[in-house]
T-cell receptor, first 116, second 115 residues
């Protein structure tokens, strides 16, 4: 079963607008970590933001924030004031405990295009 | 620090050939892993290691072999390449495997084409 679901294959947003990229996850482990990575056209994977399952507050990193709704098992990425350089693939990922090898389980990604 | 380095950047193989993808990190990270990225599939874990001398299988291990003789290096071997192994391969590392907060840092990737 898919552990991370990203339902938006592609998104458009106008420069300077905010955009939300959706991510839902599935786990029965009470301890887990949620990550967002950015992959520009050059191909590298860039870490953006982290949210722990026990964190009380939503994570923020500059223009990135994570809208964490634990009961709904969602961890949406919000990018404020979009810039042309934000055009990229965005991946949501979850890290569980020892039984899962501490590996990152990735969603299939959302392609974001920021237009002028 | 160079971070996570991977060689080669690109490789073309014929079916049945073997090769080794190199991965090295200079951050003294205990945890290293290999992923493959296929179009529309996201990244999938091939093998991982929680420390020197310890490796284990991930989601898609068939056709690949790994070893971890040092903390720094984690090579991935393709035993007999098949067209289905055409993919982009990423190596990643993090300080420890047991800390869920530890960010995994990725290498630049190796693009492999098997004809």
């Amino acid at each position: 079963a898919q552990k991370i679901t990203q339902t938006q294959p592609g998104m458009f947003v106008q420069e300077k607008e905010a955009v939300t990229l959706d991510c839902t996850y599935d786990t029965s482990d009470p301890s887990y970590g949620l990550f967002w990575y950015k992959q520009p056209s050059s191909g590298e994977m860039i870490f953006l933001i982290y949210q722990g399952s026990y964190d009380q507050q939503n994570a923020t990193e500059g223009r990135y924030s994570l809208n964490f709704q634990k009961a709904r098992k969602s961890a949406n990425l919000v990018i404020s004031a979009s810039q042309l350089g934000d055009s990229a693939m965005y991946f949501c990922a979850m890290r569980e405990g020892q039984n899962s090898g501490y590996a990152l389980n990735f969603g299939k990604g959302t392609s974001l295009l920021v237009t002028p | 620090n160079a971070g996570v380095t991977q060689t080669p950047k690109f490789q073309v193989l014929k079916t049945g050939q073997s090769m080794t993808l190199q991965c090295a990190q200079d951050m003294n990270h205990e945890y290293m892993s290999w992923y493959r990225q296929d179009p529309g599939m996201g990244l999938r874990l091939i093998h991982y290691s929680v420390g020197a001398g310890i490796t284990d299988q991930g989601e898609v291990p068939n056709g690949y072999n790994v070893s971890r003789s040092t903390t720094e290096d984690f090579p991935l071997r393709l035993l007999s390449a098949a067209p289905s192994q055409t993919s982009v391969y990423f190596c990643a590392s993090s300080k420890q495997g047991g800390d869920l907060q530890e960010t995994q840092y990725f290498g630049p990737g190796t693009r492999l084409l098997v004809l």
